[in-house]
């Protein structure tokens, strides 16, 4: 009695069976659990078994038509409730089929992915499964024996003020632990599983999740070449290369005012970047070779930089110094001024291959500690296109990231980051057409717009608005984060040529 009750055990439910099906495996189930199985591990038509984990194909009838019940093994499960339920000697716990160990092992047990999808958006719900095995490598249930078992979801790496979450998981039908989460926050997401605080096969698990990119709206308004954008009061400045100025406009494009300029300067503004700290306004001038200081918008603005920069084109100032980073282009480096504009230094650091140094740098942004500028560097004749990190402590590179799109080279122009630090570049993709045959066959080149999203260290998490109605040509970007992550909005300028104005357009993270 005590061999018939290790048999008629179903070790998915820990009871006898009910309805038993047998798998091509020879393995058999309640047909109740098995139908658990296939609906919690979103596998389709497929089954995996919870003993051997050989994959199964259900029939097209359906799984009760296409297995028949055993009706053998049947009718010796209900003769052996029948005589527990009359009193027998046998033991109603779970048998363990031999094995003296109760203890779940950690390097036996392991943990799987159910989607199999290589990156997740925003708001997609995301579930691990944890299966148990003893120290001989035997399939056990979570409810036999006691376990310490922990989840924990981190990003890598850790932004300031982000705290590891600890997840609490749930036991399936099949005896597994299932730990359903959903995804959040843009970044590399880290989920580590902890038996008796003790990592188990397949932790940790990394995950890119990258933003929703949902074009939300278009503003127009008076923008003609827009070139980069800031929000400034709960409205938006935009520097305009065509229009020579810089607009004030309101989320749904009303000019609000046009920032004032000297006459003797007017004529030849050709503002790039724009930054802000505190209540002042950086706008970088590449004609006049200089950095306009907006303290007042409605006031005429002070300059800077005339003996140290030629061809300004980014800008960014660091919330924990308050030193002003302007990147020049003619130069290919990055002078530094204090708060009150006066020259601190140039990052020139020594670039140990040609790749290294910058050839084209066009946008940068600072992140919230302070310690690295990212800026996006045009390559070469269109090649070699890069976001290089560096550290503004020790002039030093700390990384390049090649900026590429399949075959095809894309150029980022534009950058900024969110509360978590992830980057955000704007690049435009060059993508060569054949038109005609023969000796007339000519090559036509038209220019697509994409954001690329990579997390910190550089980590690519992946790309958005891949698509001719989404952006075309654009430049640079502005990030707006809120305490809810899903409800951030991405602000990017397009400036399509071609005699079209040009626009700004929000994209939904």
């Known amino acids: ?26 393995h058999i189930f309640c047909e109740e659990c098995l139908e658990q199985i296939r609906v919690s591990s979103f596998q389709g038509e497929m089954l995996t078994c919870p003993d051997c984990r050989q994959t199964h194909t259900i029939p097209r009838e359906g799984l009760r038509q296409s297995w028949p019940t055993q009706r053998v093994l049947e009718s010796l499960a209900d003769n052996f409730r029948h005589i527990s339920m009359e009193g027998s000697h046998l033991s109603t716990s779970p048998p363990y089929h031999g094995h003296l160990s109760c203890r779940a092992d950690p390097r036996r047990s392991y943990v799987s992915r159910i989607s199999q999808s290589k990156r997740m958006t925003i708001g997609e719900q995301f579930a691990l499964i ?41 036991i399936t039908a099949e005896g597994k632990y299932l ?12 989920f580590v599983v902890l038996l008796d605080n003790n990592p ?6 990394e995950i890119p999740v990258i933003p929703r990119g949902i074009l939300g709206c278009e503003i127009k308004g008076p923008l003609k070449g827009p070139r980069d954008v800031v929000s400034f009061d709960g409205k938006f400045l935009v520097s305009d290369g065509i229009a020579k100025a810089v607009f004030l406009v309101d989320h749904v494009g009303r000019e609000i005012k046009k920032l004032k300029l000297p006459e003797k300067m007017a004529d030849s503004f050709a503002p790039m970047a724009i930054t802000t700290f505190m209540s002042k306004v950086f706008v970088t001038d590449m004609r006049n070779k200089c950095i306009h200081v907006y303290e007042n918008l409605d006031d005429f603005p002070t300059q800077f930089g005339h ?53 084209n740098p066009q946008m940068a942004v600072i992140n919230r500690n302070g310690d690295k500028l990212y800026i996006a560097d045009q390559g070469e004749q269109g090649n070699e296109n890069f976001v290089k990190i560096i550290n503004v402590f020790d002039d030093r590179l700390e990384r390049r990231i090649n900026i590429r799109m399949g075959q095809s080279s894309a150029r980022p122009c534009g950058i900024a980051i969110d509360q978590d630090d992830n980057i955000f570049v704007t690049v435009q993709v060059a993508n060569k057409h054949d038109k005609g045959l023969g000796d007339n066959k000519k090559v036509r080149v038209t220019v697509s717009g994409n954001v690329f999203v990579y997390n910190s260290d550089g980590h690519f998490l992946g790309f958005f608005s891949n698509g001719q109605d989404h952006l075309e040509c654009p430049a640079g970007l502005t990030v707006l984060s809120s305490q809810n992550p899903p409800s951030s909005i991405a602000y990017i300028v397009d400036s399509p040529g071609k005699q079209r104005n040009g626009s700004l357009k929000a994209f939904i993270l």
Not at 179 to 190: A, K, N, T, W, Y
Not at 345 to 355: H, L, S
Request: proline share 6%; with cysteine; charged share 30%.
């Open 1 to 26: 009695m005590d061999n018939l009750q290790k048999n008629v055990w179903c070790s998915i439910c820990l009871d006898v069976w009910i309805r038993p099906k047998t798998l091509p495996c020879q």
């Open 130 to 170: 944890v299966q148990l095995c003893d120290e001989d490598g035997h399939i056990m249930a979570a409810r036999q024996g006691n376990h310490d078992i922990k989840i924990f979801v981190d990003l890598k790496p850790r932004p300031f003020g982000f705290k590891r979450t600890e997840i609490k998981p749930t």
């Open 179 to 190: 730990i359903p989460h959903q995804l959040m926050r843009s970044g590399l997401h880290e």
């Open 200 to 205: 188990i096969r397949g932790s940790p698990i």
């Open 307 to 359: 003996s140290h920069v030629r061809k300004p084109t980014g800008a960014a100032v660091s919330s924990e110094s308050g030193d002003i980073f302007i990147v020049d282009n003619e130069l290919k480096q990055v002078i530094v001024f204090d708060q009150r504009y006066r020259y601190v230094k140039a990052i020139n650091y020594r670039a140990r291959k040609k790749e290294d140094a910058l050839h």
